[in-house]
């Protein structure tokens, strides 16, 4: 199936697949959010008016985060979930998936869960594990966590493993559907480029997919958030009862 202007299939899929996209008299809108490549840079180094920061802080103040270091990594997350739904999503639905350059991709880091995306151009790219993994974690993932890092001392193993844990949930929702609706030959692509990028090298010792399941070997910390526990995937089969740090990987 070629790849529709509007990206149309995906939107079945649910809040984290579907994708905004500019309609062919308005490929310059909306100016006035960032492109995500701008998010990772150093456009506004003062700190207040970054992208990022802007981000950190909104879901600081939803979660009531005691530490910005929490807020940091639950914002990666759900960022790289969005990534990763719309190109998994692409890949098992189209067999192609649209090109995820972040100078094409504005965001709104003002908006709510999950991440308001708005791909400005759609050019077909390959569907192929090495593209996808290119697409999100090479020019997005990687990137982001630079960025989270220097301005958050976010731990390195965690973002990898929040990377992996946003993919495998991805997979996850996505073979549900396919599931449900007769679709086992998308959940077979799904199942097959899920386990073949969380062989890469950057993925490889965060957790262990079994079937659709994944059990990571670090933290994102969202148990330190008042009255939460852990997720379903955590390392941890009940919240700490007291940890200064959680592992990171």
């Not at 939803?62 to 990534?83: C, D, F, K, M, Y």
């Amino acid at each position: 199936m070629d790849l529709d202007p509007e990206l149309a299939a995906l939107r079945p899929l649910g809040g984290f697949f579907a994708l905004r996209t500019a309609p062919p008299a308005a490929r310059e809108a909306p100016p006035s959010l960032p492109t995500l490549a701008e998010a990772y840079g150093d456009a506004s180094p003062d700190g207040d008016g970054h992208p990022l920061t802007l981000r950190v802080r909104k879901v600081a103040l939803a979660l009531r985060a005691p530490e910005t270091r929490i807020a940091a990594s639950v914002a990666q997350q759900g960022l790289a979930a969005r990534l990763w739904s719309v190109a998994l999503g692409c890949a098992a639905l189209y067999g192609s998936l649209p090109d995820l350059d972040p100078r094409l991709l504005r965001w709104d880091p003002r908006g709510s869960a999950p991440d308001d995306l708005w791909l400005t151009e759609v050019h077909a790219r390959p569907g192929d594990a090495a593209t996808l993994t290119d697409a999100v974690l090479h020019a997005h993932l990687e990137p982001l966590a630079e960025a989270l890092r220097s301005r958050h001392s976010v731990a390195p193993g965690l973002l990898r493993g929040n990377a992996a844990s946003a993919l495998a949930g991805a997979a996850r929702q996505l073979d549900r559907w396919a599931r449900g609706h007769g679709r086992t030959d998308v959940s077979a692509r799904c199942g097959a480029l899920t386990a073949q990028i969380l062989a890469h090298p950057l993925l490889a010792a965060t957790g262990t997919l079994t079937g659709t399941a994944f059990r990571r070997r670090s933290c994102c910390l969202y148990y330190r958030v008042p009255g939460a526990g852990v997720c379903g995937d955590c390392c941890f089969a009940r919240p700490p009862r007291s940890s200064p740090r959680a592992p990171s990987g």
